[in-house]
């Protein structure tokens, strides 16, 4: 059985639409080289596999966001290298992420703990690197500290401490990212001036 899929209906016309498809076969080339089994076709790819259905496009997209990455970083005089690209995974069943991975992809947020840690051990031992990007509790925080990578929400000085005991603990030393609320809203998470992190609470 063969699947077809139009790429070309994913971009806006203008001049550079004849660019990009050209791009999108050749990265067709590449899925080919690397293994899948696809032929283009008029305006679509035909594919026998069912991951290159899955993740031609997902190619097609990641190389487009990196290339606006790029082109922002050269702007503003940054190296595109020192920029990270973090897919939000949160919801998005292992299958997904699986062949986003496969398509280049490395860097993952998550946002509550458990199904992070669910998909982390499903995607064992591939070389990902986790994020966690929601609200962080401390009695999740030994969990966290144990598995993930960095850490986007750190809001208090006893947040901070139990996350440096549980790496410790674990052997693990995860980046760690403070979160402050700055407009001190009272439905937003985040380290306020009143109990703001200083240098004396990070060593």
Same mark, same amino acid.
């Given at each position: 059985?063969?699947?077809?899929?139009?790429?070309?209906?994913?971009?806006?016309?203008?001049?550079?639409? $004849?660019?990009?498809?050209?791009?999108?076969?050749?990265?067709?080339?590449h899925?080919?080289?690397?293994?899948? %089994?696809? *032929?283009?076709?008029?305006?679509?790819?035909?594919? /026998?596999?069912?991951?290159?259905? !899955?993740?031609?496009?997902?190619?097609?997209?990641?190389?487009?966001?990196?290339? $606006?990455?790029?082109?922002? +970083?050269?702007? *503003?005089?940054?190296?595109?290298? +020192?920029?990270?690209?973090?897919?939000?995974s949160?919801?998005?069943?292992?299958?997904a992420?699986? %062949?986003?991975?496969?398509?280049?992809?490395? #860097?993952?947020?998550?946002?509550?703990?458990?199904?992070?840690?669910?998909?982390?051990?499903?995607?064992?031992?591939?070389?990902?690197?986790?994020?966690?990007?929601?609200?962080? !509790? /401390?009695?999740?925080?030994k969990k966290?500290?144990?598995?993930?990578?960095?850490?986007?929400?750190?809001?208090?000085?006893?947040?901070?401490?139990?996350?440096?005991?549980?790496?410790?603990a674990?052997?693990?030393?995860?980046?760690?990212?403070?979160?402050?609320?700055?407009?001190?809203?009272?439905?937003k998470?985040? #380290?306020?001036?009143?109990?703001?992190?200083?240098? +004396?609470?990070?060593?």
């Amino acid at each position: 059985m063969r699947f077809a899929m139009t790429l070309c209906h994913e971009y806006p016309m203008g001049d550079d639409v $004849r660019l990009r498809f050209e791009e999108h076969v050749e990265q067709v080339r590449h899925a080919r080289d690397a293994g899948f %089994h696809a *032929v283009y076709s008029g305006q679509h790819f035909l594919a /026998s596999d069912t991951q290159m259905l !899955q993740t031609v496009p997902l190619l097609a997209r990641l190389a487009d966001v990196r290339e $606006r990455v790029a082109s922002a +970083s050269r702007r *503003v005089g940054r190296d595109p290298s +020192s920029v990270t690209l973090v897919a939000i995974s949160k919801t998005f069943p292992v299958d997904a992420i699986r %062949h986003a991975a496969e398509a280049g992809q490395t #860097d993952f947020g998550e946002n509550k703990v458990q199904e992070g840690l669910e998909k982390i051990r499903a995607l064992a031992p591939r070389p990902l690197k986790w994020h966690l990007v929601g609200h962080l !509790q /401390s009695n999740k925080a030994k969990k966290a500290a144990g598995a993930f990578d960095v850490i986007h929400s750190v809001d208090s000085a006893a947040l901070l401490h139990d996350l440096d005991m549980a790496a410790i603990a674990a052997g693990r030393s995860p980046k760690l990212l403070v979160q402050v609320d700055l407009a001190g809203g009272l439905t937003k998470f985040g #380290d306020r001036k009143s109990t703001r992190l200083n240098s +004396s609470h990070i060593t």
